[in-house]
């Protein structure tokens, strides 16, 4: 009895511990050739396309709704010439990955988990190590760098809408004036901040495909184990994410002191 | 000219309940063996074993001096290009044509132009009899044609060892004795070793020159056709027979006190049916491999049930 309960305990460790060595067989994979450039351009094609327009959608509301929040409060502050770069600085530094994050887990996790965990219980995985491929380095690897492509450009694309959003949000409906909102851009936001939105974002990515690889790669019992192998890989990237962003933004701060003036 | 699998000691279990255990048996180079076995009784396990898709929790299997169970991941990827496996529903791969699927191995593994490798696939294509199905997608096709073509890739890189996860199933009468004809055929022409797994008698009855058995979590017995057509061992005779009365029950096994109640009743096992001829290369060259029928039982002093090795017998098991 005790021996069961241990055992239930200390099953999510062995879980993590199993996805962290998966992790280290894809990154020793990344260096093994020949490199699979074929498959690196679809999988980056393909992550693209799905993507590419819910994110942008959703950069949209994103940066209208801080300009909504940040223009009523800075009114009341009477700093109305500060409202760009209070904007700017919360898309670029959080709405950015954090969107991206959802995006390239939704849409772009759970279609790799649901593409290998298909080839999974077709049995294909199998026929290929038979035939001598290591299917790590053949389907995992291109699209793990992949996603991590498509997650830097996802973070430039929702940084811009997010901006261009905001500023139509807050000059057409706020009634704030061009000029000061673009003036105000480089008041509070520097150049790291951009940085590390598109480090972010790669780690975003590379978390997102790992996961979802997974998933998909141990997924088990016919269609139904496909889904649930979808569902965990969309829940545990989000989770996963969520966490990542926080300890990164946290080191950030650490290394980059804000800009003062 | 094939390549002989050692198997040793080889035990397997899902958390606490035990596949098989101790399961020793080598398969000889060059010939056909069966694997017959209940359904459930890990048959796909032990296949996936010998191609180290799965770990045994003890035991060994030695291909070519290399014990697969133990060796490391790259020696592994090395032995599996003795190999071409055809798997149940044939794993082509859903995002390739045919003609892609077949060369696959070929453009992953040789430095063959495109014209060589043309010709290699439309060799293998022809030998299945899928020529003209090469721009079709797995989907599109019926599981005969997939399974047909997953023996076409299996074979495209002159392998050492074919394994067969279950050819017959959903596939009709015709086409498994199509498929069965194939086989030797093929064992004819590359004298490789193969392994089928199946639960088909027919296939076991008259494909193999070795049938092993599976049951009850160990194997139940391994040695040449006639020795397990002709046994009177109760699993494998009713195995073999198709039978309800002996040791094998609906469910995994029958109870001891059901048993005890048949042999109470007097129930006696139907007399052996007569064994049958083994199945010949249609170009009437005998294998290598192949022995006279009844040869085995000659040499053992056994005598074959009446009608045996008959041309034209009924194929027809049961009772």
Known sequence: ?261 | MGVEIQIEGLTKSFGKQLIWGDVTLTVPAGEICVMLGPSGTGKSVLLKTLIGLLKPDRGSVVIEGVDITACRERELYEIRKLFGVLFQDGAMFGSMNLYDNVAFPLREHTRKSESEIRSIVMEKMDLVGLLGAEDKLPGEISGGMRKRAGLARALVLDPEIVLFDEPDSGLDPVRTSFLNQLIVDLNAQIDATFLIVTHDINTARTVPDNIGLLYHRHLAMFGPREMLLSSEEPVVRQFLNAQTIGPIGMSEEKDADELEAERERGVELPPLPPIPLQLEPSNGIPRRSQRPPGDWCRENGVIPPSGSFEQNMTMSTGG
């Open chain 1, 1 to 261: 009895m005790a021996d069961l309960t241990a055992s239930r305990a200390l099953a999510p460790i062995g879980t993590a511990g199993k996805l962290f060595a998966f992790a280290l067989d894809v990154v020793r994979g990344i260096f093994r050739r020949p490199f699979q450039f074929r498959e690196f351009v679809q999988q980056a094609w393909f992550i693209a396309s799905v993507t590419i327009i819910p994110t942008a959608l959703v950069a949209i509301p994103f940066g209208a709704v801080i300009a909504l929040q940040v223009g009523g409060l800075i009114k009341q502050f009477g700093a109305q010439s500060f409202t760009g770069s209070a904007s700017v600085l919360a898309v670029v530094r959080e709405a950015g990955p954090i969107a991206t994050s959802l995006l390239i887990a939704g849409a772009a996790g759970s279609a790799i988990a649901a593409d290998l965990g298909a080839r999974k219980i077709r049995e294909e995985l199998d026929a290929m190590m038979v035939l001598g491929i290591d299917p790590i380095q053949r389907l995992v690897v291109p699209r793990v760098l992949a996603c991590m492509l498509v997650a830097v450009f996802l973070n430039g694309l929702v940084s811009v809408v997010g901006v261009a959003g905001g500023y139509v949000f807050n000059v057409v409906l706020q009634g704030g004036t061009p000029g000061a909102y673009i003036a105000s851009f480089t008041a509070l936001a520097q150049l790291p901040d951009l940085y590390q939105g598109m480090a972010k974002a790669l780690v975003f990515g590379l978390i997102a495909a790992i996961v979802a690889s997974y998933k998909g790669m141990n997924a088990g019992g016919g269609p139904k184990g496909v889904g649930d192998a979808v569902n965990e890989s969309v829940v545990v990237t989000f989770m996963l994410l969520f966490v990542v962003n926080f300890v990164m933004s946290a080191i950030y701060f650490q290394l980059v002191p804000p800009k003062t003036g």
